[in-house]
Nanobody, 125 residues
Framework: VQLQAFGGGLVQAGDSLRLSCTAS????????VGWFRQAPGKEREFVAG????????SYEDPVKGRFTISRDNAKNTVYLQMNSLRPEDTAVYYC???????????????????WGQGTLVTVSS
């Protein structure tokens, strides 16, 4: 499966953005999908994930209540709705997908074989 992430941009603190991750080459509904981000000088970190069958979602603590991950299987797309953005949310955001990610590995970037190219989100104060 090939992934393409887009939707990033430059916004002000408090604004919203919606990132999209579109898949091609396979049926996206069969994949666990995660959003990760990497800020300058920092390691890549988990942001949110969505399971393939249950649609169960999980979030890292800093984004809980502000970000929402969802999927539209008919469009082969997973979204990350980001509200109340903060300067510390500035990063390159990546989507990742894999069929075989077990629940306990949802937050582990090494569990995902397929990655999109990343989209830059910059939040100014």
């Amino acid at each position: 499966v090939q992934l393409q992430a887009f939707g990033g941009g430059l916004v002000q603190a408090g604004d919203s953005l919606r990132l999209s991750c579109t898949a091609s080459g396979d049926t996206f509904s069969g994949y666990v999908v995660g959003w990760f981000r990497q800020a300058p000088g920092k390691e890549r970190e988990f942001v949110a994930g969505i399971r393939r069958n249950t649609g169960y979602t999980s979030y890292e603590d800093p984004v809980k209540g502000r970000f929402t991950i969802s999927r539209d299987n008919a469009k082969n797309t997973v979204y990350l709705q980001m509200n109340s953005l903060r300067p510390e949310d500035t990063a390159v955001y990546y989507c990742a997908a894999d069929r075989g990610v077990i629940v306990s590995n949802t937050r582990n970037s090494r569990a995902y074989k397929n990655w999109g190219q990343g989209t830059l989100v910059t939040v100014s104060s």
